[in-house]
Nanobody, 123 residues
Framework: QVQLVESGGGVVRAGGSLRLSCAAS?????????MGWFRQAPGKEREFVAA????????SYADSVKGRFTISRDNAKNTVYLQMNSLQPEDTAVYYC???????????????WGQGTQVTVSS
């Protein structure tokens, strides 16, 4: 099994920052998994946010977050991070961590998911 546990969500004003963390564990979790983030706003479909390969050599972002969000990982801790700057009300959503063997560029249907963490941006 693979367990993904997100943390770091909360309420922030527009223009503010948050950093999400996702700790991975489990008997079948692989060091070589690509890890990433998705989000789902109320009444909307879940959408891709960012992904990073195990080495960090390949990173992909959704156009809506490029230049504002930064994904990174610490393989020694099996943890992936999402630094979110210049947050806007439209970034309000539940943010989900995910992991799979797909490349960062095609990271759209991962197998393993976390439970999600709420991010609320007030105007």
């Amino acid at each position: 099994q693979v367990q993904l546990v997100e943390s770091g969500g909360g309420v922030v004003r527009a223009g503010g920052s948050l950093r999400l963390s996702c700790a991975a564990s489990g008997r079948t979790f692989s060091f070589y998994y690509t890890m990433g983030w998705f989000r789902q706003a109320p009444g909307k479909e879940r959408e891709f946010v960012a992904a990073i390969t195990w080495s960090g050599s390949s990173i992909s972002y959704a156009d809506s977050v490029k230049g504002r969000f930064t994904i990174s990982r610490d393989n020694a801790k099996n943890t992936v991070y999402l630094q979110m700057n210049s947050l806007q009300p439209e970034d309000t959503a539940v943010y989900y961590c995910a992991a799979d063997t797909e490349s960062a560029q095609y990271f759209r249907n991962p197998v393993h998911w976390g439970q999600g963490t709420q991010v609320t941006v007030s105007s």
